[in-house]
């Protein structure tokens, strides 16, 4: 498999995490990737608990067929003592515990939500939350 990450993410050990995300976004097993590329997704309006958004994108094969796949990774990270309060307005774990417990899957048509593939916390404490709002 041929990884193109153009960031400092750690994203070819995860490649295992990246199969299962793509396995829930098409509902299918019997597929391949060859390639993939991983990109930051620069904002200067990033939150003080979010570390980065990246895009990671290619095209799997299956059926012998080949098709476009992508997603949003969003990394979370703790920020200081006082967002480490679940009281707090900006409480960093609060996305990923949302995400968690599927509550935005049983909204109404006029709200939408991204669709959530894998919620992982990482040895470096940060979580990172895959998805796509397709």
């Not at 041929?2 to 829930?24: F, R």
């Not at 012998?64 to 006082?82: H, R």
Request: one cysteine or more; a negative charge.
């Amino acid at each position: 498999m041929i990884i193109n990450n153009n960031t400092s993410l750690p994203i070819e050990k995860k490649v295992d995490q990246l199969y299962a995300c793509i396995h829930k976004m098409i509902g299918e097993n019997g597929f391949e990737i060859d390639a993939f590329t991983c990109d930051a997704l620069e904002s200067e309006t990033l939150n003080s608990t979010t570390k980065g958004i990246y895009h990671l994108y290619g095209f799997l094969e299956t059926n012998n067929e080949q098709l476009p796949w992508s997603i949003i990774l969003k990394v979370i990270k703790p920020d200081s003592e006082e967002k480490d309060d679940i009281k707090h307005h900006n409480y960093w774990r609060r996305e990923a515990l949302l995400f968690e417990s599927n509550l935005l899957d049983h909204l109404s048509e006029y709200i939408k939500a991204p669709n959530t593939y894998l919620v992982e916390e990482q040895n470096d404490g940060t979580i990172w939350l895959n998805g796509w709002s397709g």
